[in-house]
């Protein structure tokens, strides 16, 4: 029987109820902590004393927990065809190693999300340098970038849908970007069990800007093992080929005839060891995908993510030009996630909604500079099923 969205939630509900009944946890209770406002708690302590909380949200069959360091989502609860809940978002299960790790789990990305080749990139005459943090280039911001900030945090419940707004002001100069950037992240959980994320900035001199969200997927579950058998559909039919430095060479390449090709749905190991030279160059798949609508004025769908085992899908909607798509190729087997398990090369993969890397060097791709008196505002949009 094909089962839809609405259906599953009700019978997760159910089971929940019943679990309730013989005496079964809070976390299989059909109501969940968080549910109708988020929830608040303390999560840990920086050395220089500072907390760290944790938000529980649930809403429309979706549970999310984020953190107010680096807007981190540290879970994200779905349910499988049968009601099953599971984590699909690899994470940690306190706060040191966020501190002192550099894969990026769930975080917030800014400044600049992905790469400036040399850290270097010039505006209205001027050229600017940022740290370099990823061989020869900046990435994600630099080493202290958005990620490792912690943000100011305002919980909402507005009618049907519940969320936190999140906030920080990035100083002149800060990790070498020009102009104080005013900056608002909302992220909305949707009576359908959507999870929105809608990005607000504003600068006082210009700059450039590329915020994103750098979620780790694993839609069988955190933990569970390798992601190449999910079915991965992309609306690109070209993407940016990189140097050996990860670094876009200019060149919007098509994707038909090689294993980039994701216009039709297919398994994401099924191409990934063909020994490709950008394949070998990253390792597996590490490259931005060119979304055929380009810039829009609205969200429009153009990935989908289907796991065959749990029937879990993740559909993203963005107004963004492009997805870096990252199937999790440095994940070594060193980092323990929030089940207990070790994380390895392809156990999890981000599907990372921007402009492109690189732009404020590369003249012919969409621009990134941010000008005073106008606000920078894109949308994504995960939408979960089965």
């Keep these: 029987m094909e089962l839809n969205r609405r259906t599953v939630i009700a019978g997760a509900a159910a089971v929940g109820l019943a679990a309730t009944a013989l005496g079964g946890t809070a976390q299989a209770a059909g109501r969940h902590p968080g549910d109708g406002r988020p929830v608040k708690e303390l999560f840990g302590t920086l050395p220089d004393g500072t907390e760290v909380h944790r938000w529980l949200l ?39 190693p966020y501190l002192t790790g550099t894969t990026y789990f769930g975080a917030l990305i800014g400044r600049y999300g992905n790469r400036i080749a040399k850290g270097r990139f010039t505006l209205d005459g001027t050229t600017y340098q940022v740290p370099v943090n990823d061989g020869d280039n900046s990435l994600h911001g630099g080493p202290e970038g958005f990620d490792t900030k912690v943000w100011d945090v305002e919980p909402f419940a507005s009618g049907p849908d519940v969320g936190l707004h999140l906030y920080r002001t990035s100083p002149d100069g800060e990790m070498g970007f020009p102009g104080t950037l005013r900056v608002k992240v909302t992220y909305t959980l949707t009576r359908h069990g959507d999870w929105r994320i809608d990005y607000e900035a504003t600068t006082d001199k ?29 609306a690109a039919r ?9 670094i876009p060479t200019g ?19 099924r191409d990934i060891r063909t020994g490709h030279p950008q394949l070998v160059t990253a390792q597996g798949y590490d490259h931005n995908f060119v979304l055929d609508k380009g810039v829009t004025a609205r969200p429009q769908h153009v990935v989908t993510l289907r796991d065959p085992h749990s029937g879990r899908t993740l559909k993203i909607a963005t107004d963004q030009p492009g997805v870096q798509f990252y199937s999790g190729n440095f994940l070594d087997g060193t980092l323990v996630g929030t089940s207990g398990r070790t994380y390895r090369q392809g156990d999890g993969l981000a599907l990372e909604t921007q402009h492109f890397p690189d732009s404020p060097n590369q003249p012919s791709f969409p621009s990134t500079v941010l000008r005073p008196g106008r606000t920078y505002r894109t949308t994504t949009v995960h939408s979960f099923g089965v």
Excluded: C, M
Excluded at 73 to 80: C, M, Y
């Design 206 to 234: 210009a700059t450039v800007v590329n915020l994103t969200n750098h979620t780790y997927f694993n839609l069988a579950g955190e933990g569970s093992g390798s992601i190449h058998d999910h079915e991965l559909w992309l």
């Design 58 to 96: 649930a809403n429309g069959g979706t549970r999310l927990k984020v953190l107010s360091y680096g807007g981190i989502v540290q879970s994200l609860e779905i349910p499988d065809r049968h009601g099953r809940y599971v984590n699909v978002s690899l994470g940690y299960d306190t706060l040191e």
């Design 238 to 246: 070209r993407y940016t080929p990189t140097d050996a430095g990860l």
């Design 251 to 269: 060149e919007l390449a098509k994707v038909a005839g090689t294993p980039f090709d994701f216009t039709r749905a297919k398994p994401i190991g």
